[in-house]
C-alpha cells in the first residue's frame, strides 16, 4: 500500500470524531455485509496492526459510521463474496478517492463514500492497495 499512499496528504485532526458515508456495490450486487476500513496512516502507509484502525460492516443501505482517534485514514470498503477468507477475483473492494486520487481523510468528516468495483485478478488488489487486508 506504501505507493497507494504515497500521494496522501493533509492533516491530522486535534481530537478525531466520526467519518461517515456509503458503500455501493458494483451493477447487480449488493454492499450489504461489505467491510469498511479506516486504516491508520503512519509514516505515509496504512498500519492495519495499529490501534487506531477501525472497520465495521454495512448494512443493507451501505451506510456506515466510524468513530476515530484524531490522524489520518485511507478508507477501503472490501467484500468476500465468495466466502473464502481472502480477497480473489469476483470479491469487491474499493478505496475513498477525491478528484480519482487516494487520499487520507481526518475526522471528523463526511461524505466519504466508496464505489465497489469487481476485483478480476490478484494484480488487480494490488493496483487497488488492497493486498494485505484481511476480508474478515
Excluded: W
Excluded at 47 to 52: E, F, G, K, R, V
Amino acid at each position: 500500500m506504501a505507493g497507494v499512499l504515497a500521494a496522501c496528504g493533509g492533516g491530522g485532526g486535534a481530537s478525531g470524531g466520526e467519518i461517515q458515508g456509503s458503500v455501493r456495490a458494483p451493477a447487480g450486487g449488493s454492499a450489504a455485509g461489505s467491510r469498511v476500513i479506516a486504516c491508520f496512516v503512519e509514516g505515509n502507509q496504512c498500519n492495519a496492526q495499529s490501534p487506531n484502525t477501525r472497520a465495521t460492516v454495512v448494512g443493507a443501505n451501505g451506510a456506515y459510521n466510524l468513530s476515530l482517534a484524531a490522524g489520518q485514514y485511507v478508507v477501503l470498503a472490501i467484500k468476500d463474496v465468495d466466502g473464502s477468507g481472502s480477497l480473489t477475483a469476483g470479491d469487491y473492494g474499493g478505496i475513498y478517492t477525491e478528484g480519482g486520487k487516494v487520499v487520507a481523510v481526518s475526522p471528523p468528516k463526511a461524505g466519504v463514500n466508496i464505489q465497489m468495483e469487481v476485483l478480476t485478478e490478484d494484480s488487480g488488489l494490488r493496483a487497488q492497495g488492497l493486498e494485505g487486508i484481511p476480508s474478515r
